[in-house]
Protein backbone atom coordinates (compact mmCIF):
# COMPACT_ATOMS: atom_id res chain seq x y z
CA UNK A 1 0.00 0.00 0.00
CA UNK A 2 1.27 3.54 -0.70
CA UNK A 3 1.81 5.85 1.86
CA UNK A 4 -0.94 7.76 3.47
CA UNK A 5 -0.85 10.71 2.87
CA UNK A 6 -0.86 13.08 6.07
CA UNK A 7 -4.15 14.27 5.81
CA UNK A 8 -5.21 10.72 6.33
CA UNK A 9 -3.32 10.53 9.28
CA UNK A 10 -5.94 11.39 12.55
CA UNK A 11 -3.89 12.23 16.10
CA UNK A 12 -5.99 10.85 19.06
CA UNK A 13 -4.77 12.19 22.18
CA UNK A 14 -4.29 9.63 24.74
CA UNK A 15 -2.60 11.37 28.06
CA UNK A 16 -0.54 14.87 27.97
CA UNK A 17 2.08 15.10 25.27
CA UNK A 18 0.77 11.99 24.27
CA UNK A 19 -0.86 10.97 21.17
CA UNK A 20 -1.67 7.69 19.01
CA UNK A 21 -1.65 7.93 15.37
CA UNK A 22 -4.72 6.00 13.46
CA UNK A 23 -3.92 5.67 9.37
CA UNK A 24 -7.54 6.16 7.63
CA UNK A 25 -7.76 3.59 4.56
CA UNK A 26 -11.48 4.74 3.88
CA UNK A 27 -14.05 7.91 4.99
CA UNK A 28 -17.65 6.52 5.10
CA UNK A 29 -19.18 9.74 6.80
CA UNK A 30 -17.30 12.80 8.51
CA UNK A 31 -19.43 15.45 9.72
CA UNK A 32 -19.81 18.29 12.54
CA UNK A 33 -23.37 17.24 14.67
CA UNK A 34 -24.95 19.59 16.49
CA UNK A 35 -23.13 17.75 19.56
CA UNK A 36 -19.66 16.66 18.35
CA UNK A 37 -17.06 15.43 15.45
CA UNK A 38 -18.07 12.76 14.47
CA UNK A 39 -16.07 10.35 11.75
CA UNK A 40 -16.61 6.75 10.94
CA UNK A 41 -13.66 5.15 8.92
CA UNK A 42 -12.17 2.30 7.98
CA UNK A 43 -8.91 1.61 9.56
CA UNK A 44 -6.37 -0.79 10.98
CA UNK A 45 -8.79 -2.22 13.60
CA UNK A 46 -11.70 -2.31 10.96
CA UNK A 47 -15.04 0.20 10.99
CA UNK A 48 -13.58 2.81 13.87
CA UNK A 49 -15.76 5.20 14.76
CA UNK A 50 -14.44 8.49 15.97
CA UNK A 51 -15.72 11.59 18.15
CA UNK A 52 -14.34 14.70 18.67
CA UNK A 53 -10.97 12.78 17.18
CA UNK A 54 -11.35 10.04 19.67
CA UNK A 55 -11.46 6.23 19.10
CA UNK A 56 -15.68 5.31 20.53
CA UNK A 57 -15.51 2.24 18.62
CA UNK A 58 -14.00 -0.77 16.22
CA UNK A 59 -15.14 -3.66 14.25
CA UNK A 60 -11.84 -5.23 15.93
CA UNK A 61 -11.75 -4.51 19.43
CA UNK A 62 -15.74 -3.29 20.37
CA UNK A 63 -16.85 -6.30 21.38
CA UNK A 64 -14.70 -6.65 24.40
CA UNK A 65 -15.37 -3.06 25.35
CA UNK A 66 -19.50 -3.46 25.39
CA UNK A 67 -19.00 -6.22 27.57
CA UNK A 68 -17.23 -4.78 29.77
CA UNK A 69 -19.61 -2.00 29.50
CA UNK A 70 -22.56 -4.22 30.77
CA UNK A 71 -21.36 -7.39 32.39
CA UNK A 72 -19.33 -6.27 35.02
CA UNK A 73 -22.45 -4.77 36.70
CA UNK A 74 -24.85 -7.80 35.87
CA UNK A 75 -22.00 -10.10 37.69
CA UNK A 76 -21.68 -8.24 40.69
CA UNK A 77 -25.78 -7.28 41.32
CA UNK A 78 -27.34 -9.86 43.28
CA UNK A 79 -30.17 -10.67 41.19
CA UNK A 80 -30.42 -10.31 37.18
CA UNK A 81 -31.88 -6.63 36.62
CA UNK A 82 -35.63 -6.39 35.29
CA UNK A 83 -35.09 -2.90 33.69
CA UNK A 84 -31.98 -0.82 32.78
CA UNK A 85 -31.47 2.49 31.16
CA UNK A 86 -28.66 3.49 28.84
CA UNK A 87 -27.23 6.69 28.85
CA UNK A 88 -25.27 6.95 25.39
CA UNK A 89 -23.69 4.32 23.87
CA UNK A 90 -25.20 5.49 20.23
CA UNK A 91 -23.84 1.73 18.64
CA UNK A 92 -26.31 0.07 20.27
CA UNK A 93 -24.41 -3.29 21.17
CA UNK A 94 -24.42 -2.60 24.76
CA UNK A 95 -28.40 -2.33 24.61
CA UNK A 96 -28.10 -5.65 22.44
CA UNK A 97 -25.86 -7.31 25.13
CA UNK A 98 -28.59 -6.60 28.14
CA UNK A 99 -31.30 -8.12 25.53
CA UNK A 100 -29.57 -10.95 25.69
CA UNK A 101 -28.80 -11.44 28.89
CA UNK A 102 -32.23 -11.04 29.99
CA UNK A 103 -33.38 -7.81 30.84
CA UNK A 104 -36.77 -7.36 30.28
CA UNK A 105 -37.54 -3.46 29.94
CA UNK A 106 -34.85 -1.14 28.00
CA UNK A 107 -35.11 2.64 27.83
CA UNK A 108 -31.77 4.26 25.46
CA UNK A 109 -31.44 7.59 25.86
CA UNK A 110 -28.52 8.84 23.53
CA UNK A 111 -28.26 13.22 22.88
CA UNK A 112 -27.23 12.94 19.37
CA UNK A 113 -29.46 11.40 16.79
CA UNK A 114 -27.47 12.28 13.95
CA UNK A 115 -24.68 10.28 15.40
CA UNK A 116 -27.23 6.98 15.97
CA UNK A 117 -28.07 7.00 12.48
CA UNK A 118 -24.58 7.30 11.04
CA UNK A 119 -23.42 4.29 13.29
CA UNK A 120 -26.71 2.39 11.97
CA UNK A 121 -26.23 3.07 8.51
CA UNK A 122 -22.08 2.49 8.60
CA UNK A 123 -21.24 0.30 11.66
CA UNK A 124 -21.59 -3.43 11.11
CA UNK A 125 -22.61 -4.05 14.80
CA UNK A 126 -24.79 -2.58 16.71
CA UNK A 127 -27.96 -1.07 15.58
CA UNK A 128 -29.44 -0.86 11.97
CA UNK A 129 -30.83 2.64 10.87
CA UNK A 130 -34.30 0.48 10.62
CA UNK A 131 -34.17 -0.49 14.39
CA UNK A 132 -33.71 3.07 15.34
CA UNK A 133 -36.37 4.13 13.92
CA UNK A 134 -38.39 1.06 15.33
CA UNK A 135 -37.51 1.78 18.53
CA UNK A 136 -37.79 5.74 18.39
CA UNK A 137 -41.40 5.16 17.67
CA UNK A 138 -41.90 2.31 20.08
CA UNK A 139 -45.52 2.24 22.56
CA UNK A 140 -44.64 2.67 26.19
CA UNK A 141 -45.57 -0.98 26.86
CA UNK A 142 -42.32 -2.19 24.30
CA UNK A 143 -39.41 -3.84 25.49
CA UNK A 144 -36.90 -1.19 24.17
CA UNK A 145 -37.21 2.26 23.88
CA UNK A 146 -34.71 4.76 21.97
CA UNK A 147 -35.53 8.56 23.15
CA UNK A 148 -33.45 11.05 21.67
CA UNK A 149 -32.33 13.38 24.59
CA UNK A 150 -29.85 14.61 27.11
CA UNK A 151 -28.90 12.01 29.69
CA UNK A 152 -28.45 14.22 33.10
CA UNK A 153 -32.13 15.63 32.18
CA UNK A 154 -33.74 12.40 31.49
CA UNK A 155 -32.45 11.66 35.04
CA UNK A 156 -34.01 14.48 36.45
CA UNK A 157 -37.10 14.03 35.11
CA UNK A 158 -37.55 10.54 37.07
CA UNK A 159 -36.36 11.93 40.15
CA UNK A 160 -39.74 14.50 39.35
CA UNK A 161 -41.76 11.21 38.21
CA UNK A 162 -40.84 9.05 40.98
CA UNK A 163 -39.04 6.30 38.78
CA UNK A 164 -36.91 3.61 39.54
CA UNK A 165 -34.54 1.56 37.55
CA UNK A 166 -32.38 -1.30 38.39
CA UNK A 167 -29.54 -0.78 36.38
CA UNK A 168 -27.97 2.30 35.31
CA UNK A 169 -25.71 2.25 32.22
CA UNK A 170 -23.39 5.02 31.36
CA UNK A 171 -21.39 4.83 28.19
CA UNK A 172 -19.91 7.91 27.32
CA UNK A 173 -16.69 9.68 26.48
CA UNK A 174 -14.22 10.25 28.64
CA UNK A 175 -14.61 13.16 31.38
CA UNK A 176 -13.98 16.49 30.42
CA UNK A 177 -15.30 19.54 28.90
CA UNK A 178 -17.68 17.65 26.49
CA UNK A 179 -18.96 15.63 29.79
CA UNK A 180 -19.09 18.07 32.49
CA UNK A 181 -21.23 17.40 35.29
CA UNK A 182 -21.82 13.86 34.50
CA UNK A 183 -18.85 12.49 36.51
CA UNK A 184 -18.89 14.19 39.21
CA UNK A 185 -20.58 13.67 43.05
CA UNK A 186 -23.80 15.36 42.66
CA UNK A 187 -24.89 13.77 39.21
CA UNK A 188 -24.02 10.17 40.53
CA UNK A 189 -26.25 10.89 44.22
CA UNK A 190 -28.88 11.74 41.35
CA UNK A 191 -28.71 8.65 39.61
CA UNK A 192 -28.46 6.97 42.98
CA UNK A 193 -31.72 8.05 43.69
CA UNK A 194 -33.21 6.95 40.47
CA UNK A 195 -32.19 3.10 41.34
CA UNK A 196 -34.42 0.74 42.84
CA UNK A 197 -33.09 -0.91 45.74
CA UNK A 198 -30.17 -3.41 45.37
CA UNK A 199 -29.36 -1.46 41.71
CA UNK A 200 -26.60 -0.97 40.26
CA UNK A 201 -24.92 1.95 37.84
CA UNK A 202 -21.77 1.43 36.13
CA UNK A 203 -19.51 3.63 34.02
CA UNK A 204 -16.60 3.57 31.91
CA UNK A 205 -14.23 5.06 34.40
CA UNK A 206 -10.68 5.52 32.93
CA UNK A 207 -7.31 3.67 32.14
CA UNK A 208 -5.36 1.94 34.89
CA UNK A 209 -2.15 2.55 32.98
CA UNK A 210 0.70 3.81 35.27
CA UNK A 211 0.31 7.25 33.11
CA UNK A 212 -3.31 7.62 32.52
CA UNK A 213 -4.96 6.22 36.05
CA UNK A 214 -5.31 9.90 37.45
CA UNK A 215 -8.53 10.56 36.30
CA UNK A 216 -9.70 6.88 37.63
CA UNK A 217 -8.17 7.27 40.87
CA UNK A 218 -10.25 10.44 41.20
CA UNK A 219 -13.36 8.56 39.94
CA UNK A 220 -12.98 5.28 42.27
CA UNK A 221 -12.73 7.74 45.38
CA UNK A 222 -15.68 9.53 44.50
CA UNK A 223 -17.70 7.13 43.75
CA UNK A 224 -17.08 5.61 47.28
CA UNK A 225 -18.45 8.71 48.68
CA UNK A 226 -21.73 8.20 46.90
CA UNK A 227 -22.22 4.22 46.83
CA UNK A 228 -22.48 1.52 49.58
CA UNK A 229 -20.05 -0.02 47.93
CA UNK A 230 -17.91 -0.29 44.46
CA UNK A 231 -17.26 -3.12 41.96
CA UNK A 232 -13.97 -2.40 40.02
CA UNK A 233 -14.03 -4.49 36.28
CA UNK A 234 -11.10 -4.26 33.62
CA UNK A 235 -11.37 -6.38 30.72
CA UNK A 236 -8.20 -7.89 29.69
CA UNK A 237 -8.53 -7.22 25.61
CA UNK A 238 -8.99 -3.28 25.93
CA UNK A 239 -7.61 -0.44 27.79
CA UNK A 240 -10.58 0.72 30.01
CA UNK A 241 -11.78 0.43 33.26
CA UNK A 242 -15.59 0.18 34.49
CA UNK A 243 -17.04 0.96 38.24
CA UNK A 244 -19.66 -0.62 39.21
CA UNK A 245 -21.60 1.59 42.09
CA UNK A 246 -23.96 -0.35 43.91
CA UNK A 247 -26.99 0.78 45.92
CA UNK A 248 -27.66 -2.23 48.04
CA UNK A 249 -25.73 -3.48 50.71
CA UNK A 250 -25.05 -7.05 49.46
CA UNK A 251 -21.58 -7.50 48.16
CA UNK A 252 -20.78 -10.84 46.00
CA UNK A 253 -17.71 -12.30 46.51
CA UNK A 254 -15.69 -13.36 43.09
CA UNK A 255 -16.79 -17.20 43.70
CA UNK A 256 -20.56 -15.82 43.77
CA UNK A 257 -19.72 -13.72 40.29
CA UNK A 258 -17.99 -16.58 38.63
CA UNK A 259 -21.19 -18.71 39.54
CA UNK A 260 -23.47 -15.70 38.02
CA UNK A 261 -21.24 -15.89 34.93
CA UNK A 262 -21.63 -20.12 34.38
CA UNK A 263 -25.81 -19.84 34.26
CA UNK A 264 -25.60 -16.65 32.43
CA UNK A 265 -27.85 -16.35 29.38
CA UNK A 266 -25.16 -14.18 27.28
CA UNK A 267 -22.08 -15.97 26.74
CA UNK A 268 -18.96 -13.07 26.69
CA UNK A 269 -16.44 -13.88 24.55
CA UNK A 270 -13.84 -11.86 26.50
CA UNK A 271 -14.62 -12.59 30.03
CA UNK A 272 -14.57 -16.10 31.76
CA UNK A 273 -13.96 -17.64 34.81
CA UNK A 274 -10.52 -17.15 35.18
CA UNK A 275 -10.03 -13.57 33.49
CA UNK A 276 -13.29 -12.46 35.59
CA UNK A 277 -10.98 -13.65 39.01
CA UNK A 278 -8.35 -10.95 38.05
CA UNK A 279 -10.47 -8.35 36.15
CA UNK A 280 -11.71 -7.58 39.82
CA UNK A 281 -8.42 -6.30 41.47
CA UNK A 282 -7.06 -3.37 40.79
CA UNK A 283 -3.38 -2.56 39.74
CA UNK A 284 -1.28 -1.69 42.49
CA UNK A 285 -1.07 2.02 41.62
CA UNK A 286 -3.93 2.58 42.80
CA UNK A 287 -4.09 0.13 46.19
CA UNK A 288 -1.00 1.64 47.29
CA UNK A 289 -2.50 5.07 46.90
CA UNK A 290 -5.23 4.08 49.04
CA UNK A 291 -8.30 4.68 46.55
CA UNK A 292 -9.07 0.72 47.11
Not at 117 to 137: F, H, N, Q, R, W
Amino acid sequence: MSKIPESMILQEPISEGISRSWEIYKIHVQSKTEFQDLLIADTAHGTTLFCNNERQSSELSQLAYHEGQVMPALLSMPNLPKTALVIGSSEGVAVQILQKAGVENITHVDIDEECMVACGKYLPYGYTVDEIKKYMSAGSTDSLKVIIGDGKEYIESMLDKNINFDLIVMDIPDEGPKTEGLYDELFWNRVKSVLAPGGAFITQAGNSCLWRCDSLKTAYVRMKKVFHHVTYFEVDEQDWVWLVGHAGEVELSTEQMQEKLASSKYTPRHIDAVSLSRSVIAPKVMRMDDCI
